[in-house]
T-cell receptor
Framework: GAGVSQSPSNKVTEKGKDVELRCDPISGHTALYWYRQSLGQGLEFLIYFQGNSAPDKSGLPSDRFSAERTGESVSTLTIQRTQQEDSAVYLC?????????????FGEGSRLTVL | GQQLNQSPQSMFIQEGEDVSMNCTSSSIFNTWLWYKQDPGEGPVLLIALYKAGELTSNGRLTAQFGITRKDSFLNISASIPSDVGIYFCAGPYSGGGADGLTFGKGTHLIIQP
C-alpha cells in the first residue's frame, strides 16, 4: 500500500500473555521507528532500525519488549508477559530522509489493552 | 535525554478563534517540527523549521523557530472544526548515534460548537 500499515488495529489481551504487533513500512524507506503513546504522555521512542545497522534499542522500557526487522521491510514488536501499564497505542513510522526533511510517516497505530 | 515542554496541555476554543501554542526545550535544536494527530490516526507533519528566526506558513498555520533555538511557536488562525486534534512539537533525537525525533506531550485542541 501507499502508507505505513500496522496490525492489529486493536488488541485486547489478558495480563501475562505475549503479544505481537506488526508494521509494514512504506516501500523503500530504510528507517523504521516504534513509538508508544500512552494517555497524556506524548510519543515515547522505543526502538529504531536503519538499514542493516544494529538497531537502537535504548527506548525499550524493559526486557519484556523486543523488536525485529527483516531487511528493510516488515517489523514486529513483541511484548512478553504483558502488564496493565503496557496498555497504550503503539505507533510505527518510517522514513527515507529524516535528516533532510524531519518527516516521519506514521501508521494508524495498534491499540493494546491489557486487562 | 532531551525534553520538550509544550503548552498549553489542552485548549477549549470556539470555532473562528485564533490559537497559539508553544514548545520549549532544555537544549538547542537545529530543527523544529510541528505534527498533528487526528483522532484514531498517526501524526502527520504540518510544518518544518530549519533556521533560527524562521517564520513559515502553511495555509492558516504559522510557525516560528525561536531565536534562542530553544523554543518554537505554532499559531492557527480562524479555527475550523477539522483543526481538532493533538499538536506535537518535535526535534531531532540525540543519543547513541540514533537518528530520530523527540516529541513533546502534545497540545489537545478542542473546538466547542
Amino acid at each position: 500500500g501507499a502508507g505505513v500499515s500496522q496490525s492489529p488495529s486493536n488488541k485486547v489481551t489478558e495480563k501475562g500473555k505475549d503479544v505481537e504487533l506488526r508494521c509494514d513500512p512504506i516501500s523503500g524507506h530504510t528507517a523504521l521507528y516504534w513509538y508508544r503513546q500512552s494517555l497524556g504522555q506524548g510519543l515515547e521512542f522505543l526502538i529504531y532500525f536503519q538499514g542493516n545497522s544494529a538497531p537502537d534499542k535504548s527506548g525499550l522500557p524493559s526486557d519484556r519488549f523486543s523488536a525485529e526487522r527483516t531487511g528493510e521491510s516488515v517489523s514486529t514488536l513483541t511484548i512478553q508477559r504483558t502488564q496493565q501499564e503496557d496498555s497504550a497505542v503503539y505507533l510505527c513510522a518510517s522514513t527515507q530522509r529524516l535528516a533532510a526533511t524531519g518527516e516521519l510517516f506514521f501508521g494508524e497505530g495498534s491499540r493494546l489493552t491489557v486487562l | 535525554g532531551q525534553q520538550l515542554n509544550q503548552s498549553p496541555q489542552s485548549m477549549f476554543i470556539q470555532e473562528g478563534e485564533d490559537v497559539s501554542m508553544n514548545c520549549t526545550s532544555s537544549s538547542i535544536f537545529n530543527t523544529w517540527l510541528w505534527y498533528k494527530q487526528d483522532p484514531g490516526e498517526g501524526p502527520v507533519l504540518l510544518i518544518a523549521l530549519y533556521k533560527a528566526g524562521e517564520l513559515t506558513s502553511n495555509g492558516r498555520l504559522t510557525a516560528q523557530f525561536g531565536i534562542t533555538r530553544k523554543d518554537s511557536f505554532l499559531n492557527i488562525s480562524a479555527s475550523i472544526p477539522s483543526d481538532v486534534g493533538i499538536y506535537f512539537c518535535a526535534g531531532p533525537y540525540s543519543g547513541g548515534g540514533a537518528d530520530g525525533l523527540t516529541f513533546g506531550k502534545g497540545t489537545h485542541l478542542i473546538i466547542q460548537p
